[in-house]
């Protein structure tokens, strides 16, 4: 079988993620509003200093979406257990639902693209799945 070429892949990847970040429309989440939602759904309650860092960005910046994301009543904060002067941002069920809109919303648009590929084509990218599922360290099927 012969080698890959990488390069090819990444950017092939690289324009898929590009293209479906630039189909969602943003008119209710930003990205990184809807990756903290996500991740707080997937994991629970986290520390600002935690989404900050899975976010890449400064703990200030994490600290005004975190309010903003508050008083829009998608997030809440309570004290730590273990640590009174920590507070932990859990997400709201309203906030599980604007997450549920926007994945809605993205998958509409991926259905809409695969619609126009063959069986084969189809196919090949399924059988894709666990790599891109490890690439991604999401591991679910």
């Known amino acids: 079988m012969p080698q890959p070429d990488l390069d090819h ?12 970040l630039r189909s969602t429309r943003t008119d209710s989440l930003s990205r990184t509003a ?7 759904s997937r994991e ?16 200030p910046a994490m600290t005004g979406l975190v309010q903003r994301l508050e008083a829009a009543g998608l997030v809440t904060r309570k004290a730590d257990a273990r640590d ?5 941002i859990d997400i709201t069920p309203l906030g599980l639902e604007a997450l549920h809109r926007r994945r809605a919303s993205q998958d509409a648009i991926i259905l809409d693209r695969l619609a ?4 084969d084509e189809l196919a090949a990218l399924e059988a894709a799945l666990p790599a ?9 099927v």
């Open 9 to 20: 892949l990444a950017r092939g990847l690289r324009e898929f993620a590009g293209a479906l």
């Open 34 to 40: 809807a990756s903290t939602l996500s991740w707080l």
């Open 44 to 59: 629970g309650a986290l520390r600002i200093t935690t989404l900050a860092e899975r976010e890449v960005v400064t703990q």
């Open 84 to 88: 009174g002067r920590v507070a932990l």
């Open 116 to 119: 126009g590929l063959s069986p």
């Open 132 to 140: 891109l599922y490890n690439v991604t360290e999401l591991h679910v």
